[in-house]
């Protein structure tokens, strides 16, 4: 199957940038499309951006367009997420996500099968 490792998380000042990593291991056919989600304390698991593994389609959710860049390193087996423009708001842990049957519109939690162990984003105001 797929297991998802993610890294870059950290501490940064608003307007500051950070890179999330997600190094990504299994076959490509169940991991088709990767995503990023984030969620805060006491609210619920929310859909950042996602990217299809062949052609590189992407999706972002509208309060990130503009600011957050995701794409892949198909040799690395690599998923990023730049952040760029950081608000306080953009303050939670942020986890890697895999399905093998969405396309980079799925912003549904459900749909994705595999999921990372979380790296901490704080931004600070």
């Known amino acids: 199957q797929v297991q998802l490792v993610e890294s870059g998380g950290g501490l940064v000042q608003a307007g500051g940038s950070l890179r999330l990593a997600c190094a990504a291991s299994?076959?490509?056919?169940?991991?088709?499309?990767m995503a990023w989600f984030r969620q805060a304390p006491g609210k619920e698991r929310e859909f950042v951006a996602a990217?299809?593994?062949?052609?590189?389609?992407?999706h972002y959710t509208d309060s990130v367009k503009g600011r957050f860049t995701i794409s892949r390193d198909e040799t690395k087996n690599t998923a990023y997420l730049q952040m760029n423009s950081l608000k306080p708001e953009d303050t939670a842990v942020y986890y890697c996500?895999?399905?093998?049957?969405?396309?980079?519109?799925?912003?549904?939690?459900?749909?994705?099968?595999?999921w990372g162990q979380g790296t901490q984003v704080t931004v600070s105001s």
């Open positions: 990217i299809r593994w062949s052609g590189g389609s992407t």
């Open positions: 299994g076959p490509t056919f169940v991991r088709s499309t």
């Open positions: 996500a895999a399905c093998r049957t969405c396309n980079p519109a799925t912003t549904t939690v459900g749909w994705y099968a595999y």
